[in-house]
């Protein structure tokens, strides 16, 4: 009987973490998504939502809408429409990839409440809140459309993606067993613990002032439109070099980052691999800057550049927890959790 149960609680346990894992993953490429619905423009490409003009299955053509299309969008969304159908699709394939995300943290939520029998209820409560958290995020989506991309709106669309990533990341590193915890005294995890904040807080704010950057090229757009992407850098002004600046902190401070962490680790461990991968990430990174900044700001750049800065905060976000392991994740010994 007590095999039984430990044989259902295992299986369980890594039903949940294969979820979350493939969660983070599907959010991943919604960012993606909404990085070249960004870089292409394609923020508009449907005038309203849920449906996309007037149809669940959005048009191919402009002979397929009314031949008053513009009036009866334009007028909703305060501006003149123009249909596009590339553009369109790549708005519509966001929002089903948003919608498939909606689906895979719902299954994760489901897949937490065997976790409510066990020491670990936190991990059905934190679901919980991700699924609520998606939610809002697909209320804040329509806000987007509703205020025509309106800066603010879409900067607070990211940092909550940011933060259901941060969600689901704890989510899926808690749930699992470390068969070897982070080697360190106190005194050397407490500074560690305060230096990873500080690595995670730099990392945000310079992912907040790309977004200012972005916002800047929005209103470039206008006047320049998409077909001057050469020019967009020059006409920036201030926010980019702020920007551009502010990346030799982010390089600095990870850099003593990983160089502390290898000081406890040897290469090879989960934790060490984890913090040169940051390194790593953070380089290529760095690299998709320069070329955006050098080589006319070309539409794969963008989203790859936002998607890496994302999955390097991530990361770092994750190595935190596992530095800081006995503090903030609840590992358990027996076999319920192996």
Not at 136 to 153: D, I, M, N, R, T
């Amino acid at each position: 009987m007590i095999s039984s149960k430990l044989h259902i609680n295992s299986k369980a346990n890594r039903r949940f973490r294969r979820l979350a894992l493939n969660t983070v993953i599907t959010l991943y490429f919604l960012i993606v998504a909404g990085g070249v619905v960004r870089s292409t423009g394609a923020g508009m490409g449907c005038p309203d939502w849920p449906k996309c003009f007037g149809k669940w299955i959005p048009p191919t053509e402009a002979s397929q809408l009314p031949a008053n299309y513009k009036e009866i969008y334009g007028a909703k969304l305060k501006g003149e429409v123009e249909f596009n159908a590339t553009k369109t699709w790549i708005e519509y394939v966001n929002r089903l990839l948003g919608a498939f995300t909606g689906i895979m943290i719902f299954l994760t939520l489901l897949a937490s409440l065997p976790f409510l029998k066990t020491g670990n209820k936190q991990i059905f409560y934190f679901s919980l809140g991700a699924f609520i958290l998606v939610g809002f995020q697909g209320w804040l989506g329509a806000k987007v459309v509703s205020f025509e991309l309106k800066p603010v709106v879409v900067t607070l669309h990211m940092l909550f993606a940011i933060i259901i990533v941060f969600v689901l990341l704890y989510l899926f590193t808690w749930s699992g067993y470390v068969d070897k915890r982070f080697q360190v005294s106190e005194g050397g995890k407490k500074a560690l613990n305060t230096l990873g904040i500080a690595v995670m807080g730099i990392s945000l704010l310079q992912i907040l002032l790309g977004t200012q950057v972005r916002e800047a090229i929005d209103e470039i757009i206008v006047r320049l439109g998409y077909n001057s992407r050469a020019e967009w850098i020059d006409q920036i002004g201030m926010r980019f070099y702020v920007h551009r600046s502010f990346s030799i902190l982010v390089m600095a401070i990870n850099a003593l980052w990983v160089f502390r962490i290898l000081k406890f680790e040897k290469r090879g461990s989960f934790t060490a691999n984890l913090a040169i991968s940051c390194s790593i990430i953070l380089g290529a990174e760095l690299v998709t800057g320069l070329v955006m900044a050098y080589f006319g700001v070309p539409p794969w750049a963008q989203p790859l550049h936002l998607t890496l800065a994302i999955l390097l905060i991530g990361l770092q976000f994750v190595s935190w927890l596992v530095v800081n392991g006995n503090t903030y994740l609840k590992y358990e010994t027996s076999p319920q959790v192996r």
